[in-house]
């Protein structure tokens, strides 16, 4: 049976309480092509490389201690890309999808798949099955593969899903509240994210969790995402920590709020 192993002292080794950690941290992974184009590679190295990384910040993720952790994959957007790129890219995603297995199990990670699974290739539906089955009984960190996913058609499938249940009755219109929505999205059962990294110095949302971003914190790293290691996503983690969320609220509202929950 799976179990938590090799978790980190947070305290002693980012100086901050554990109650600190985001609860929940999203990443777009940005920069493989130009990491590649910086270092004289092929576009399908540096996604090649990108993969190598996303094992090593799952694993430190886990060890951190981090609850949930959600990763931009490959956008609905991303199709229009040249057909060699989507095919290396989706290989990459099967070799991923198996290779992995033995250290989510070590580190009692389950993964979800967020987006939708029409377009997807066979070979990968069939291992993202597996993996996720396979994973299905962990209770230690939620890894969210964000694969072919866009925030627009999650929120366009969400708005259909109600409106079917409003006409079959199921559901009133004075009924459809915020949480309503959020129960009809690809995240439902997930919090919200916390914290939101983007690396290679890009400042932009480009369609990723545009409902559940509402109220995260924004965190932009300079280095491409095959650079990215594990002191960067202890220093967010760190930045994190230090700042206030105020939630639209003044900030004697939200502690008064947190001291009487």
Sequence with gaps: MAKDVLAYDVKKLLGIEPEHLPRHIAIIMDGNGRWAQKHGLPRFEGHRAGAKTVSRIVLEASKLGIQFLTLYSFSTENWRRPRQ?????????????????????????????????????????????????????????????????????EITDAVRKIVQKSLAGEISVNDIEPQVISQH?????????????RTADERRLSNFLLWQLSYSEFYIAKVHWPEFKESHIRHAIKNFARRERRFGALPSAVESASQSG
């Design 85 to 153: 790129e989507i095919d290396v890219l989706m290989h990459l995603f099967a070799e991923y999808l198996v290779g992995e297995r033995p250290n989510l199990m070590k580190y009692n990670v389950r993964m979800v798949h967020v987006g939708r699974e029409a377009g997807l290739s066979d070979e990968v539906l069939r291992k993202l099955h597996g993996t996720i089955s396979l994973t299905a009984g962990n209770t230690g960190m939620v890894l969210a593969l964000a694969l072919n996913y866009s925030s627009r058609v």
């Design 185 to 197: 999205l690809y995240t439902a059962g997930l919090p919200d994210p916390d914290l939101l990294i």
